[in-house]
């Protein structure tokens, strides 16, 4: 790939769509940042620790994009050479409309394509898996990130977070399971380095954090951070689906994360991975370092 290759970042807004959007501008890259509702002139949120190139006027340059409405598709993707894919939020099957969509950018001319999935998505099964498998099929060069649990759950708008700032406390049905929860930086370094390395990745990413923690483990470190004991509270299945469906999210998908929870408990997420080292060249940010530079974002409130 080449600094002149144009970019469009779907979810150009959020976590990691903004931070690889900023990446990408820091490369030389034209990028277009895909949201719902894009406000010219604003800024992306918080890029990579790479320099942003400020010698254009607008290194990234937010467009209309939604999924459900096709006919945003065409001029989001016209001239586009490179794709940053980010399913939409809350669709437990979002290969519905992302294949049509994925057909289309390969016939207006994008080559490489780079898909936002999670360590708990193999090939094999249904919903996103769908689209692992037509991000390989469809596209010369790919590359697949499945990362695993975020740390920015414990810190941004997450209802881990919300339960942090409000009762000291982190609700989930892991039990004791062990997670290798990753820094979204991080994330978003191995995506900008997919997307712009000479040579293509052509591979599924598994993506975590430098040690696997158990949420109790996860507690004990904001504690320490805080100041204040926060503990982990495990519940049911059931009464997770119910307290994550409480908050506005839809049935189907609460039951999905909550059915997560479950399968942390019997031990799916307890891996690490070199991935961050090995493509970035650089160690994985720990949790403890995460939270200390998040320490006012876990402030009671």
Do not use: C
């Amino acid at each position: 790939m080449t600094a002149s290759d144009p970019v469009l970042v779907t979810g150009g807004t959020g976590k990691t769509g903004s931070r690889v959007a900023a990446g990408l501008a820091a490369l030389g890259h034209p990028v277009r940042a895909g949201s719902r509702r894009p406000s010219p002139g604003q800024p992306v949120d918080a890029p990579v620790d790479a320099p942003v190139d400020r010698s254009t006027d607008h290194p990234v340059r937010p467009v209309r994009f939604d999924w459900a409405d096709p006919a945003t598709h065409g001029p989001a993707l016209d001239g586009t050479r490179l794709l940053y894919l980010v399913a939409p939020l809350a669709d437990p099957d979002p290969a519905a409309v992302m294949l049509p969509f994925l057909r289309r950018a390969r016939e207006s001319g994008v080559r490489r394509a780079v898909l936002l999935s999670s360590s708990a998505i193999t090939e094999t099964g249904d919903g996103l898996s769908t689209v692992h498998r037509a991000v390989r099929d469809t596209f010369p060069e790919w590359a697949v990130l499945r990362p695993s649990w975020f740390m920015d759950n414990f810190t941004g708008d997450h209802p881990h977070a919300h339960s942090i700032r409000a009762a000291d406390e982190i609700v989930t049905a892991t039990g004791e399971g062990r997670v290798g929860f990753v820094d979204v930086r991080d994330i978003a370094e191995v995506g900008v380095r997919a997307l712009s390395d000479a040579r293509a990745h052509n591979t599924a990413h598994l993506i975590t954090g430098p040690e696997a923690l158990s949420y109790a483990d996860v507690a004990a470190v904001v504690s320490r951070v805080t100041g204040r004991r926060i503990a982990h509270r495990p519940v049911p299945y059931e009464a997770m689906r119910d307290r994550l469906a409480a908050t506005g999210m839809p049935p189907a998908f609460a039951a999905l994360l909550a059915g997560m929870d479950r399968s942390v408990a019997g031990g799916s997420e307890d891996r690490v991975s070199p991935t961050v080292e090995r493509v970035t060249g650089r160690p994985p940010r720990s949790f403890a370092e995460h939270a200390a530079a998040h320490a006012g974002d876990l402030a009671r409130g």
